[in-house]
T-cell receptor, first 114, second 113 residues
Framework: NAGVTQTPKFQVLKTGQSMTLQCAQD?????MSWYRQDPGMGLRLIHY???????DQGEVPNGYNVSRSTTEDFPLRLLSAAPSQTSVYFC?????????????FGNGTRLTVT | AQSVTQLGSHVSVSEGALVLLRCNYS??????LFWYVQYPNQGLQLLLK??????LVKGINGFEAEFKKSETSFHLTKPSAHMSDAAEYFC???????????FGKGTRLSVIA
């Protein structure tokens, strides 16, 4: 019963460094997404995918890349970290949204960029 | 595009008192509606979701939400607050089709003994 697994749980980066936040789900969900959570801002969508090989931008995509080579995995890449990317990142998955299926969330990655 | 407004970033109630968390959505066409809860240092968990045709939706932990199309609202209530209800609550909305979920800014609920 792993559900959605995010790694790492915590990460500290220096400005300009790159890294990949990992997300894996074992529920055979077609839909996967990345959100960032900042105080007073709620959750804002970064990128999402409706299936392997298909990705699209959300509300705040700048500075982030994604790819979806398998159904299970949806990594989020920070190309050149900036202090504005300090946040808590959540990966979530579901059956396709139009099935009224709820999102299943990972426990988050807390990222600090100095 | 859908949007959702949660009135009140912080709500404080006494233990045993009524909990009312407000949510309004933007569309005149009833979308998919959800309430999620986030406990400290955890991801979000589904509390309840709106099903077409139902006006009162029951969720987990004694919470329920009433869908009012005329007011484009989906307020969350619980008759009697418990200390364990202290958390952040998010209302979320999406349109039909493969459209992503849009979240409100959240309401932090504090329960006072």
């Amino acid at each position: 019963n792993a559900g959605v697994t995010q790694t790492p749980k915590f990460q500290v980066l220096k400005t300009g460094q790159s890294m990949t936040l990992q997300c894996a789900q074992d529920m055979n969900h077609e839909y996967m997404s990345w959100y960032r959570q900042d105080p007073g801002m709620g959750l804002r969508l970064i990128h999402y995918s409706v299936g392997a090989g298909i990705t699209d931008q959300g509300e705040v995509p700048n500075g982030y890349n994604v790819s979806r080579s398998t159904t299970e995995d949806f990594p989020l890449r920070l190309l050149s970290a900036a202090p504005s990317q300090t946040s808590v990142y959540f990966c979530a998955s579901s059956s396709l949204p139009d099935s009224n299926s709820p999102l299943h969330f990972g426990n988050g990655t807390r990222l600090t960029v100095t | 595009a859908q949007s959702v407004t949660q009135l009140g970033s912080h709500v404080s109630v006494s233990e045993g008192a009524l909990v009312l968390l407000r949510c309004n959505y933007s569309s005149s066409v009833p979308p998919y509606l959800f309430w999620y809860v986030q406990y400290p240092n955890q991801g979000l968990q589904l509390l309840l979701k709106y099903t077409t045709g139902a006006t009162l939706v029951k969720g987990i932990n004694g919470f329920e939400a009433e869908f009012k199309k005329s007011e484009t609202s989906f307020h969350l209530t619980k008759p009697s607050a418990h200390m364990s209800d202290a958390a952040e609550y998010f209302c979320a909305v999406s349109d039909y089709g493969n459209t992503p979920l849009v979240f409100g800014k959240g309401t932090r609920l504090s329960v006072i003994a």
